[in-house]
Structure formats: C-alpha cells, structure tokens
T-cell receptor, first 116, second 113 residues
Framework: AQSVTQLGSHVSVSEGALVLLRCNYS??????LFWYVQYPNQGLQLLLK??????LVKGINGFEAEFKKSETSFHLTKPSAHMSDAAEYFC??????????????FGSGTRLQVQP | DTAVSQTPKYLVTQMGNDKSIKCEQN?????MYWYKQDSKKFLKIMFS???????INETVPNRFSPKSPDKAHLNLHINSLELGDSAVYFC????????????FGQGTRLTVV
C-alpha cells in the first residue's frame, strides 16, 4: 500500500530564511507526487506536482521540490520565507497510472509558521 | 467565478439528523471526489465519481451516500449524524487521470452537537 510521511507536524522559520518541508513516500513504483497548500479556513491549492521528466519541479509562490527516487523523497523548498507562506502544507501521492485508482493519498500535513 | 463550490460552508446540526452537502464544479471535469479532513487535519478520500459513476467507495459508513445527478454535481447525504462525523468535508474535481491538477472547494465544516 502506498503511504506518505511528512516529517515534522510544525516547522517554524524566520522571514527570509530557507523553508524545507520533508515528504517521503513508500511505493515500489514512483507515484505521481504533489504538494498542496491550505490557508486557514480555505480549500487546498496545488503548489506543484511531479509526474514524469525533470525531477526538479518549480511551482507557484517561489516553491520548488525535487523528486529523488533513491531516497523516495519529494521535499518542498523555498529559498526565502515570506509571512504570507504561513499555512498548512500537504504532500500527496497517486498511483493512478498503475492501479487506475483516481484518488490522492495525503500526508499528515506540516504547519509552517513564519516569524517576523 | 468559483471553480468548485460547496454549500453550505458551515453546518451545525444535532445528532440523529440527516443533512446534505452540495458540490458543483464549472470546470468541465469528468471526475469528482469527496474528502474528509478530521480535527487533526488528516485528509482521506471517501468517494470518487467518474462521469456520474461511482469508482471509489472507501470504508465509509453506509450512512454516507453520495449522489451525482450529472458530471458537474456531486452531493453528499449523511443520515443519522453522529458526533464523530464532525469534520471538514472537501469536494474536488479533476479531468481524466488524477495526475492532472485536482481543484478543491472551500470545504464544509460540519459540527454535530
């Protein structure tokens, strides 16, 4: 069964500092990988995704993530945090390409706090 | 113009009642979903419909019944509400395979008292 692990339920950084949110997946075959962001009392918004091709993926708001098959990881980074980045971040996977199952499996989420 | 809209946004009801949550998408997508987010923010798929056909039905109590009258709508009806049903319910849609972007609604916060 596929699963997603996000290390650290809370991450706090200073404004301007590097943001690193960790995500590891367990699957014998690389899945499709996603990062979503959830602002308070709102729905989820896609930040970026990896399907095939280039392993370094750039997303919205200056975020990027790198798919590392050898490490089964898809960590999210941003060089310089902004106050507006404070939100809940979810890593998600899908194996729909192989199983036909059209649904995302989400990690437990990481709350990012940005200190002034 | 909202892509995926859910109504109501907030729902407070007593145990034992029956309630419905409606979802509409204007993106022309062929697949719609219901996800449940619990108090610890954990998100889990409940149902998925493709072209009005149920394709995913997770281990959800029979009290939950989805209905898709057409490709643009997916409603969730809940019978005999229990305290444990309190959560935020998200509707989402995508076109074709889920590796394409899934668009989420704003969520419906259900509180059962």
């Amino acid at each position: 069964a596929q699963s997603v692990t996000q290390l650290g339920s809370h991450v706090s950084v200073s404004e301007g500092a590097l943001v690193l949110l960790r995500c590891n997946y367990s699957s014998s075959v690389p899945p499709y990988l996603f990062w979503y962001v959830q602002y308070p009392n709102q729905g989820l918004q896609l930040l970026l995704k990896y399907t095939t091709g280039a392993t370094l993926v750039k997303g919205i708001n200056g975020f990027e993530a790198e798919f590392k098959k050898s490490e089964t990881s898809f960590h999210l980074t941003k060089p310089s945090a902004h106050m507006s980045d404070a939100a809940e971040y979810f890593c998600a996977v899908s194996l729909s390409r192989l199983t036909g199952r059209r649904a995302l499996t989400f990690g437990s989420g990481t709350r990012l706090q940005v200190q002034p | 113009d909202t892509a995926v809209s859910q109504t109501p946004k907030y729902l407070v009801t007593q145990m034992g009642n029956d309630k419905s949550i409606k979802c509409e998408q204007n993106l022309g997508h062929d697949t719609m979903y219901w996800y449940k987010q619990d108090s610890k923010k954990f998100l889990k798929i409940m149902f998925s419909y493709n072209n009005k056909e149920l394709i995913i039905n997770e281990t959800v109590p029979n009290r939950f019944s989805p209905k898709s009258p057409d490709k643009a709508h997916l409603n969730l009806h809940i019978n005999s509400l229990e305290l444990g049903d309190s959560a935020v319910y998200f509707c989402a849609s995508s076109q074709g395979d889920v590796h394409t972007e899934a668009f989420f609604g704003q969520g419906t916060r259900l509180t059962v008292v």
